[in-house]
């Protein structure tokens, strides 16, 4: 890995200032968000019970009927 960045950073330098604007646009553009490989349905519902036992604070959040269900699953 570092020997291609290092080969990438020799490159980049001989780059033309007209170029290496052009280079830094595109860089500027890539989407640089980490990925999860949570699909997002579940993160929506996780979220959607962290606001309705926010709103609702005389309810019990299911965590460790959750984990426990996971442990089985994963077991």
Known sequence: MNSSIEILKRKIETFTPEL????????????TT???????FQLDEVLNRIQFHSE???TKLDFFKSIAELEKICA
């Not at 290496?20 to 989407?31: G, K, P, Q, S, T």
């Not at 980490?34 to 997002?40: A, D, F, G």
Request: net charge neutral; no cysteine.
């Open 34 to 40: 980490p990925k999860s490989n949570v699909p997002q």
């Open 56 to 58: 609702n604070s005389k």
């Open 20 to 31: 290496a604007e052009a280079f830094i646009r595109i860089v500027d553009n890539l989407d």
